[in-house]
């Protein structure tokens, strides 16, 4: 995933030649010009996804913003589109709002267009998510790909034809059949399959007539290009003769289109050997892509023995079947959907279903398992890699779990064995989803459902939901002490201590985390597969609670974390002891040794795409340079910090103690530079890209062009209502939320819903910004 958005979008590289389609292209080009919303329909096969990603390679030039394509295949639950597309827009899920909100906020103000790639069996979805999106974000335009429309107003529907054919069986010259589309896609497709071919009077009579009886289909035609390895065109031309003569004997109607392409792909798969057919189907419970172990653990077994598996991989590459892509430096496979779908019906109909996804189900059970002992070691890192493209088969499989009235428990391990990856990769809100589900659908009180509870308390502090952490963690002790299990109890105290220092308890939350690190010291969480992460959640949080309390038992905890950290080798693990210890040097007064460190700690992020913890560390140089009196640059890494959030979605907060240093920063800021100078630094660093983000923040030189550093118009005088204003006058009057309800006799949850939508209109982060807004705005006594 990109680390940020940026200007040219998100789009998939070309493995092959786009060929024709000049007229369809012109045509969709027009149409997504002066229409919002076009959609690209026709039957498997032939053709959309290819067009709508050329036509997005042609058009990202002429969107601000970019073009970003999301591939709506493998994703089984429109409950999580919107969770999807956020997700590859770059956007975390750190906060409690939901993915709609933010995907609505984001695109507010953006000049961008989504592709939503294979959106039919998400069809109601899609069609809700692209009206409230197009409602929200004026310049968007949306280009999507389905077998069915969408059916929404103002959308274009756009039938892609197959390509060009001859019409008639008249014998042509090279240069005639070359005219037609479909002939062109099958001599360069031949020309792969097999180096020797080439378009000679002699066979291109015989290619049209091929191409002719495929309907100008184009993944028809590239399965039977394929076929060129073993056959002559001649051969293959009769051999699907024969199978077109089978069907139609069998309906007693001529072949409709959509049945050229079962025939194609039939044939297809009676030219695999049966191991091959197998594999095939196999596969088809994947999601998305997958590597060469998972294959070998998942699709073995009965008539395919794990050592045959790359050669057979290796055949089904070869005739098309398969796609091979490299993420990470690894190898994937990767299904066209329609193949996928085909061999998932196989598969049905071989009554393997079930048993192929139970053994889907316990590969990803033991590799979340094992990623879990390993989180805190040498391998971090590549378990990070090995993770990033296998969401979609985890979604998968979680799925499955919910829908097996055993499969629960199987997925509150895997759920659970992920604690920390729903953090580093931005889907907090997506595991606390798969845990809520999981938890009201298995009923067992034991040591697997204390450490659920646990880590939903956990994921619900990072999102700064106190009220749902704490009712977890209260299930979560009834349960232990009926259990009278100490492990399961150290679940608990670690993240009621992380609870505790977040929400502004420092004293209690040391209590906790030196109670657990007691019991991880003896025989109690010896067994515990990830005593180690335990240890080092339990001294960073320490380190920062002596950071904002001033608690000197816990000073040293700081150089002990970054210590483990470095000698478990966790390279991840290693960026937050270095911040850590950088946050501690600040606090002591010791700026340049603080500064540097953080500056270390931000480039490991960077290498790691760790966006969140870039977000945090950039928060916290701002404060160094504040102290350091670099007030310029405090209050431009300030504003860099806010556009990191809002597309993050960290929130300070989610931590008391970084929301009090956070408004006494800016205060500090404002009283050096003034409220104009500063307002103008903020929204300039807000403008930043993260590349640009990030070289600023480590003190490298930045070339500022107009829209980086110009501040953006000032806002209009009054965006907030009547009530708002009045709410914002009693802040300025410094009045807390419970006395603002008071005067105003109204709740106090409705008076803090007022001061969240006032910072939000105001694009601020603090009570701080709201006061200087006030005196911008109402000048004189109040």
Same mark, same amino acid.
């Given at each position: 995933m990109a680390a940020g958005m940026r200007k040219t979008g998100k789009l998939p590289c070309d493995l092959t030649s786009f060929v024709g389609r000049p007229r369809e292209m012109s045509e969709v080009i027009r149409r997504l010009s002066a229409t919002r919303l076009v959609t690209l329909t026709g039957p498997g096969g032939v053709g959309k996804t290819r067009l709508a990603l050329q036509i997005a390679n042609e058009r990202r030039r002429a969107f601000a913003d970019g073009t970003w394509v999301i591939d709506l295949a493998p994703l089984q639950d429109g409950g999580l589109l919107a969770r999807s597309v956020a997700a590859a827009l770059g956007l975390r899920e750190d906060s409690t709002r939901s993915p709609m909100a933010m995907l609505e906020e984001h695109l507010e103000d953006k000049h961008l267009c989504l592709v939503l790639d294979n959106c039919e069996h998400l069809l109601r979805d899609c069609a809700i998510l692209t009206k409230k999106l197009l409602t929200?974000?004026?310049?968007?335009?949306?280009?999507?790909?389905?077998?069915?429309?969408?059916?929404?107003?103002?959308?274009?529907?756009?039938?892609v034809p197959p390509l060009s054919v001859p019409e008639t069986n008249h014998h042509l010259t090279v240069g005639q059949a070359r005219k037609y589309e479909a002939v062109q896609l099958f001599v360069e497709r031949a020309a792969t399959a097999a180096p020797s071919f080439t378009l000679t009077p002699d066979n291109c009579t015989t290619v049209a007539r091929l191409c002719q009886q495929l309907d100008g289909i184009p993944l028809a035609i590239e399965l039977a290009a394929v076929r060129l390895r073993a056959l002559s065109v001649e051969q293959i031309l009769t051999r699907?003769?024969?199978?077109?003569?089978?069907?139609?004997?069998?309906?007693?109607?001529?072949?409709?289109?959509?049945?050229?392409?079962?025939?194609?792909?039939?044939?297809?798969? &009676?030219?695999?050997?049966?191991?091959?057919?197998? !594999?095939? #189907?196999? @596969?088809?419970?994947? /999601?998305?892509?997958?590597?060469? %172990?998972?294959?070998?653990?998942?699709?073995?077994?009965? &008539?395919?023995?794990?050592?045959?598996?790359?050669? !057979?991989? #290796?055949? @089904?590459?070869?005739? /098309?079947?398969?796609?091979?892509? %490299?993420?990470?430096?690894?190898?994937?496979?990767?299904?066209?959907?329609?193949?996928?779908?085909?061999g998932h019906m196989r598969l049905v109909e071989a009554g393997q279903i079930a048993a192929t996804r139970r053994s889907l189900r316990g590969y990803y059970t033991r590799k979340s398992q094992h990623l879990e002992c390993e989180w805190l070691g040498r391998h971090q890192k590549e378990w990070i890699e090995w993770i990033e493209p296998e969401w979609d088969n985890l979604r998968i499989v979680l799925h499955s779990c919910m829908s097996d009235p055993d499969g629960a428990h199987a997925g509150i391990e895997i759920i659970t064995a992920l604690w920390e990856c729903w953090t580093f990769f931005g889907r907090i809100g997506e595991g606390r989803d798969w845990l809520a589900q999981a938890l009201k659908k298995e009923n067992r009180r034991d040591t697997a459902r204390v450490k659920a509870l646990a880590v939903n308390a956990h994921l619900a502090v990072m999102q700064g939901d106190m009220p749902a952490a704490r009712r977890a963690l209260n299930e979560g002790y009834a349960v232990a002490h009926r259990l009278n299990d100490t492990d399961a109890l150290a679940h608990l105290w670690l993240a009621q201590g992380v609870a505790a220092v977040s929400g502004g308890d420092p004293q209690e939350g040391i209590s906790l985390l030196e109670k657990v690190l007691a019991t991880y010291r003896g025989d109690a969480g010896a067994h515990s597969r990830n005593a180690l992460l335990i240890t080092f959640m339990c001294m960073f949080f320490l380190a920062l609670a002596d950071i904002f309390a001033g608690d000197r038992r816990t000073s040293s905890y700081g150089a002990r974390c970054q210590e483990l950290a470095e000698s478990a080798g966790a390279e991840w693990s290693m960026t937050w002891g270095m911040w850590i210890s950088g946050l501690e040097q600040w606090r002591s007064g010791d700026m340049p040794s603080g500064t540097a460190m953080l500056q270390e700690s931000l480039r490991r992020q960077r290498a790691l795409d760790d966006?969140?913890?870039?977000?945090?560390?950039?928060?916290?140089?701002?404060?160094?340079?504040?102290?350091?009196?670099?007030?310029?640059?405090?209050?431009?890494?300030?504003?860099?910090?806010?556009?990191?959030?809002?597309?993050?979605?960290?929130?300070?907060?989610?931590?008391?103690?970084?929301?009090?240093?956070?408004?006494?920063?800016?205060?500090?800021?404002?009283?050096?530079?003034?409220?104009?100078?500063?307002?103008?630094?903020?929204?300039?660093?807000?403008?930043?890209?993260?590349?640009?983000?990030?070289?600023?923040?480590?003190?490298?030189?930045?070339?500022?062009?107009?829209?980086?550093a110009a501040p953006a118009d000032a806002s209009p005088p009054n965006p907030l209502t009547a009530r708002e204003r009045q709410v914002a006058r009693l802040i300025s009057n410094g009045m807390s939320n419970k006395e603002i309800a008071d005067v105003l006799v109204i709740a106090q949850r409705t008076a803090e819903a007022h001061v969240e939508h006032i910072l939000t209109k105001l694009d601020l982060t603090s009570r701080v910004g709201i006061v200087a807004w006030v005196a911008d705005q109402e000048p004189g006594p109040r």
């Amino acid at each position: 995933m990109a680390a940020g958005m940026r200007k040219t979008g998100k789009l998939p590289c070309d493995l092959t030649s786009f060929v024709g389609r000049p007229r369809e292209m012109s045509e969709v080009i027009r149409r997504l010009s002066a229409t919002r919303l076009v959609t690209l329909t026709g039957p498997g096969g032939v053709g959309k996804t290819r067009l709508a990603l050329q036509i997005a390679n042609e058009r990202r030039r002429a969107f601000a913003d970019g073009t970003w394509v999301i591939d709506l295949a493998p994703l089984q639950d429109g409950g999580l589109l919107a969770r999807s597309v956020a997700a590859a827009l770059g956007l975390r899920e750190d906060s409690t709002r939901s993915p709609m909100a933010m995907l609505e906020e984001h695109l507010e103000d953006k000049h961008l267009c989504l592709v939503l790639d294979n959106c039919e069996h998400l069809l109601r979805d899609c069609a809700i998510l692209t009206k409230k999106l197009l409602t929200a974000a004026p310049r968007l335009r949306i280009l999507a790909t389905s077998r069915q429309i969408l059916n929404i107003k103002g959308e274009f529907v756009f039938q892609v034809p197959p390509l060009s054919v001859p019409e008639t069986n008249h014998h042509l010259t090279v240069g005639q059949a070359r005219k037609y589309e479909a002939v062109q896609l099958f001599v360069e497709r031949a020309a792969t399959a097999a180096p020797s071919f080439t378009l000679t009077p002699d066979n291109c009579t015989t290619v049209a007539r091929l191409c002719q009886q495929l309907d100008g289909i184009p993944l028809a035609i590239e399965l039977a290009a394929v076929r060129l390895r073993a056959l002559s065109v001649e051969q293959i031309l009769t051999r699907l003769e024969d199978r077109f003569q089978l069907l139609v004997g069998k309906r007693r109607a001529a072949l409709p289109r959509h049945q050229t392409l079962r025939a194609a792909i039939d044939w297809s798969h &009676e030219q695999c050997s049966q191991e091959e057919q197998i !594999l095939w #189907a196999r @596969l088809s419970v994947f /999601s998305g892509s997958c590597d060469l %172990e998972a294959v070998q653990e998942v699709c073995t077994g009965g &008539e395919i023995a794990a050592d045959d598996v790359l050669d !057979l991989l #290796a055949e @089904l590459l070869d005739k /098309s079947i398969l796609t091979r892509e %490299e993420f990470a430096g690894v190898v994937r496979y990767r299904m066209l959907e329609t193949i996928r779908q085909y061999g998932h019906m196989r598969l049905v109909e071989a009554g393997q279903i079930a048993a192929t996804r139970r053994s889907l189900r316990g590969y990803y059970t033991r590799k979340s398992q094992h990623l879990e002992c390993e989180w805190l070691g040498r391998h971090q890192k590549e378990w990070i890699e090995w993770i990033e493209p296998e969401w979609d088969n985890l979604r998968i499989v979680l799925h499955s779990c919910m829908s097996d009235p055993d499969g629960a428990h199987a997925g509150i391990e895997i759920i659970t064995a992920l604690w920390e990856c729903w953090t580093f990769f931005g889907r907090i809100g997506e595991g606390r989803d798969w845990l809520a589900q999981a938890l009201k659908k298995e009923n067992r009180r034991d040591t697997a459902r204390v450490k659920a509870l646990a880590v939903n308390a956990h994921l619900a502090v990072m999102q700064g939901d106190m009220p749902a952490a704490r009712r977890a963690l209260n299930e979560g002790y009834a349960v232990a002490h009926r259990l009278n299990d100490t492990d399961a109890l150290a679940h608990l105290w670690l993240a009621q201590g992380v609870a505790a220092v977040s929400g502004g308890d420092p004293q209690e939350g040391i209590s906790l985390l030196e109670k657990v690190l007691a019991t991880y010291r003896g025989d109690a969480g010896a067994h515990s597969r990830n005593a180690l992460l335990i240890t080092f959640m339990c001294m960073f949080f320490l380190a920062l609670a002596d950071i904002f309390a001033g608690d000197r038992r816990t000073s040293s905890y700081g150089a002990r974390c970054q210590e483990l950290a470095e000698s478990a080798g966790a390279e991840w693990s290693m960026t937050w002891g270095m911040w850590i210890s950088g946050l501690e040097q600040w606090r002591s007064g010791d700026m340049p040794s603080g500064t540097a460190m953080l500056q270390e700690s931000l480039r490991r992020q960077r290498a790691l795409d760790d966006r969140w913890g870039s977000t945090w560390n950039i928060e916290v140089l701002a404060w160094t340079a504040a102290s350091s009196g670099q007030h310029e640059r405090a209050v431009r890494l300030l504003g860099i910090a806010q556009g990191l959030r809002k597309t993050s979605g960290v929130s300070l907060l989610e931590m008391l103690p970084f929301a009090h240093a956070h408004e006494r920063c800016e205060a500090e800021l404002r009283y050096a530079i003034g409220n104009e100078d500063f307002a103008a630094g903020f929204q300039c660093g807000t403008k930043f890209d993260f590349d640009c983000a990030f070289a600023y923040a480590v003190g490298e030189d930045v070339v500022e062009t107009a829209s980086v550093a110009a501040p953006a118009d000032a806002s209009p005088p009054n965006p907030l209502t009547a009530r708002e204003r009045q709410v914002a006058r009693l802040i300025s009057n410094g009045m807390s939320n419970k006395e603002i309800a008071d005067v105003l006799v109204i709740a106090q949850r409705t008076a803090e819903a007022h001061v969240e939508h006032i910072l939000t209109k105001l694009d601020l982060t603090s009570r701080v910004g709201i006061v200087a807004w006030v005196a911008d705005q109402e000048p004189g006594p109040r």
